[in-house]
């Protein structure tokens, strides 16, 4: 059982910074390809990016590229999500996840088993 927590989400003005941060509970973090998502209102749940168990593969959406990074700390049971140049348009609820039973993570929301309770993150313009 994994159990996550979203951290860091807040107010911002386009252009500036946020860093999410997710905090797993559970000896078998370290194994776990993570995922960061996002739900605008009245919108799906889309996918950020992801990063494999040892950090060394990344993947992100076309439309964070450039501006998001993915990392994450296994002796910490933390995942983060570094955010610059922010716009309004990532306004949104910020959730991680966690994949216990595949090698990666993906894209697909099917591929994650555990779920933070999400993070709001509002750009202002």
């Known amino acids: 059982q994994v159990q996550l927590v979203e951290s860091g989400g807040g107010l911002v003005q386009a252009g500036g910074s946020l860093r999410l941060s997710c905090a797993a509970s559970?000896?078998?973090?370290?194994?776990?390809?993570m995922g960061w998502f996002r739900q605008a209102p009245g919108k799906e749940r889309d996918f950020v990016a992801t990063?494999?168990?040892?950090?060394?593969?990344?993947y992100y959406t076309d439309s964070v590229k450039g501006r998001f990074t993915i990392s994450r700390d296994n002796a910490k049971n933390t995942v983060y999500l570094q955010m610059n140049s922010l716009k309004p348009e990532d306004t949104a609820v910020y959730y991680c996840?966690?994949?216990?039973?595949?090698?990666?993570?993906?894209?697909?929301?099917?591929?994650?088993?555990?779920w933070g309770q999400g993070t709001q993150v509002t750009v202002s313009s």
């Open positions: 996840a966690a994949d216990s039973t595949r090698l990666w993570g993906g894209v697909r929301i099917q591929g994650y088993d555990y």
């Open positions: 559970g000896r078998t973090f370290s194994s776990y390809p």
């Open positions: 990063i494999s168990w040892n950090g060394g593969s990344t």
